[in-house]
């Protein structure tokens, strides 16, 4: 489904290097953390319901490992969250046993309502690294000092969020004030953190039909920058801190111009998560 919203400007808003994948693959690939006191940097993905976050989970990972890999769940019926419990995704290298310096993790989504998806707290503990991997994430009550299992009471820097990503629909209608004010505390709670913030918008192309045609099109369609702007005021992050792309659901073959988006956001997501591990 293609959008009727479209214009074109003449001149891209924001510049881009077609052609140049292979360089930011070898970039992403060539990845290190720059301290020893980690061994990856962490990055957690949050936001609305459906927005898109295992689905790019699983889009870096066809990118990176050059074919289709979906390591992170998924559910194409819209309405609640499909994603329940939290859990560190791994990028494979080409050996088994073998992956990249950079992880994920994915959480249940935020919901309108006091009472459903995930609760902000919970997402400030995981920031903190108190979170283990396997806890079934509570609507009602938030992850307890006294759940042993599950709360992690001496994380290590390893354990640590060291990036903090909104993943927002460029489709989606308007987000209901319930969801922005979870977001706010989840944001106020990263910055107390020093915790680094970006966003990425996807649905690219359910938006405007040029960009449904062409992906290349993306920083020409005036309607997407204006819907980035919006994000960015109602959720406080400035405009050059929000990466759109296309996430890898139809297609089971590699796009290059699909790569490059994808790529474009993971290469400033491991900078600015290096920045951040180099000051722990």
């Not at 979170?131 to 307890?144: A, C, E, I, M, Q």
Request: a negative charge; proline letters at 5%; hydrophobic letters at 35%.
């Amino acid at each position: 489904m293609g959008s009727s919203q479209s214009t074109l400007s003449d001149k891209p808003w924001r510049d881009v290097t077609w052609g140049g994948k292979q360089d930011l693959l070898d970039l992403v690939k060539g990845f290190k953390p720059s301290t020893d006191e980690v061994n990856h940097v962490r990055i957690l993905l949050y936001g609305p319901v459906g927005a898109g976050k295992s689905s790019f989970v699983n889009s870096v990972s066809t990118v990176v490992r050059e074919r289709s890999a979906i390591p992170a769940a998924v559910s194409t019926i819209s309405g609640a969250s499909f994603t329940v419990e939290y859990k560190t995704h791994k990028i494979r290298k080409g050996a088994p046993k073998e992956y990249y310096p950079f992880v994920f993790n994915d959480i249940m989504g935020l919901e309108s309502g006091d009472d459903v998806g995930v609760r902000a707290e919970d997402i400030r503990l995981a920031m903190m690294g108190h979170v283990r991997d396997g806890y079934k994430f509570n609507p009602v009550s938030t992850l307890s000092e006294s759940n042993t299992q599950f709360y992690n009471s001496s994380p290590s820097a390893n354990d640590k969020v060291h990036l903090l990503v909104c993943v927002l629909s460029a489709n989606s209608p308007e987000i209901k004030p319930s969801v922005i004010q979870k977001m706010k505390e989840i944001r106020e709670a990263a910055r107390d953190l020093g915790i680094p913030q970006v966003a990425i918008a996807t649905h690219i192309d359910l938006i405007a039909k040029e960009v449904e045609k062409d992906v290349k099109n993306v920083f020409r369609s005036e309607y997407l920058k204006q819907k980035m702007s919006e994000f960015s005021s109602t959720v406080g992050i400035p405009m050059n801190c929000i990466f759109p792309l296309k996430n890898y659901c139809n297609g089971v073959e590699n796009e290059d111009d699909m790569d490059t988006l994808i790529l474009t956001a993971l290469k400033h997501m491991l900078n600015y998560a290096d920045d951040f591990v180099d000051t722990l």
